[in-house]
């Protein structure tokens, strides 16, 4: 019997998403097919099988047979193929942002703090990172916050947790989080420490650097902020503003910094991160400069 139609084929996707930290080139073998011996072309009839090496393009019509028996179909179907990333990335908006799920499966969640702010020479601390696993289903609704890099002395509070420096000091950077299920603090499944404000005033010196499971304390002094920790710091998800002294504010995290204590001055500290709401999480301090940042990849 001569299989010469298509009419068991259906065509379940038309090419697999790009779903790796860098785009990569997609290629036939990405394409998948029910049926027997599928086998792929870049004509509706003649020509050579294409290899299964062969980069696929978006915009592209391929071609499909079946083989049943040894006998090759001799009709093909039709797929425009589309390639995506599965990448979404998110930078500061000063806003609440979502992401929602596009599938079910897996999916890598990166986040960077926001560095704290500069006072003269004397630089914030530099956000932290921290990434985990997250399964989500298809339709799951992720709130973003991305911090906001500190301010000037003076300068007001940062986004999303960062504290305010007076005079002399830098405000302390925001942290950046993701809350699943809604938005208060307890919804928070993964989040990095923002930096704490530089001083320029004594005790001088650069802030504390964003968590990593500790956010720094501040540097140069016996009177500088200390980091936020897992089980404490100035607030859950707040660094310490200095409304009335001259020294920096404390960076946001999962518990945010404090701020220098000295009235004089005295630099910021950074705030913790958080992973307890994700697999495989891992965190690194001292990362991030300017604001902060949310990558979700699928895996």
């Not at 997250?134 to 007001?156: H, M, R, S």
Request: charged share 5%; net charge neutral; aromatic share 6%.
């Amino acid at each position: 019997m001569i299989h010469n139609t298509l009419k068991n084929l259906i065509l379940m996707i038309a090419i697999a998403a790009v779903c790796s930290a860098l785009v990569q080139a997609q290629t036939v073998a990405s394409l998948a097919a029910t049926g027997q011996g599928i086998k792929w072309y870049a004509a509706s009839a003649g020509g050579t099988a294409l290899a299964s090496t062969t980069t696929v393009l978006t915009g592209t019509t391929y071609y499909a047979s079946q083989t049943i028996d040894g006998v090759e179909s001799t009709s093909r179907f039709a797929v425009t193929a589309t390639v995506r990333s599965c990448q979404t990335d998110f930078s500061y908006t000063g806003a609440v942002q979502t992401f929602t799920a596009p599938s079910s499966g897996n999916y890598k969640l990166e986040v960077w703090g926001a560095q704290g702010g500069l006072a003269g020479s004397y630089a914030g601390g530099l956000g932290g990172y921290a990434t985990g696993t997250k399964t989500l289903t298809a339709g799951q609704v992720l709130n973003i916050y991305v911090g906001q890099a500190g301010t000037a002395p003076g300068g007001g509070v940062a986004w999303n947790g960062g504290g305010l420096g007076n005079c002399c000091g830098a405000g302390g950077g925001g942290g950046t989080d993701i809350r699943i299920g809604g938005t208060d603090l307890s919804n928070r499944v993964i989040v990095a420490g923002g930096g704490g404000g530089g001083s320029l005033d004594v005790p001088i010196g650069p802030g504390g650097e964003g968590g990593g499971d500790s956010g720094g304390s501040g540097t140069n002094g016996t009177c500088t902020g200390a980091g936020g920790t897992q089980s404490s710091g100035n607030a859950l998800g707040v660094g310490q503003s200095n409304a009335s002294g001259d020294a920096a504010g404390g960076g946001g995290g999962y518990w945010g910094g404090y701020a220098g204590c000295d009235s004089s001055g005295g630099s910021g500290g950074g705030g913790s991160a958080y992973i307890g709401g994700v697999t495989s999480g891992s965190t690194t301090a001292g990362l991030q400069t300017g604001s902060g940042r949310v990558l979700i990849t699928k895996l």
